[in-house]
């Protein structure tokens, strides 16, 4: 939700909170959004992850999330060096963003740059992180 208003919204499928680094570029984006596609985290028959987002057609729901770009190693405070400028961070997510929309699946997207409320109803908990 942006300003109470629902921006986006999927059934089955993945919620991904995409952080761009600085140095991501829309080579990296397209990687990613392969891996997202193909990435077999879906039970098939037997109960095993087996499938994959584009075995179960199901819906990709993207949102930008720079703070996934936080060095928390040190200290009290996380470091953003490493994360993609706002222009830059939002032309990769664009990237990102398009390309999916291009695959014959349901795609929605997040606001760059907005302060999003995201709600999730996770069946599992499954939660992967995707370098």
Do not use: C, W
Not at 46 to 72: C, H, I, Y
Not at 81 to 95: D, K, L, Q
């Amino acid at each position: 939700m942006v300003e109470d208003t629902t921006i986006a919204a999927i059934g089955q499928g993945l919620l991904v909170l995409v952080g761009v680094q600085a140095e991501d570029d829309s080579a990296t984006a397209g990687r990613q959004l392969e891996r997202l596609l193909n990435y077999r985290v879906f039970a098939d028959e037997e109960g095993k992850m087996n499938l994959s987002l584009r075995d179960v057609q199901g819906g990709l729901l993207l949102v930008p999330q720079f703070t996934l770009a936080a060095n928390t190693r040190k200290g009290r405070r996380p470091s953003f060096a490493s994360a993609a400028t706002p222009e830059h961070g939002e032309a990769v997510f664009g990237t990102m963003v398009a390309a999916a929309r291009e695959e014959n699946l349901p795609v929605q997207a997040g606001r760059f740059g907005a302060d999003m409320q995201v709600h999730l109803i996770n069946d599992g908990p499954v939660t992967f992180i995707l370098d």
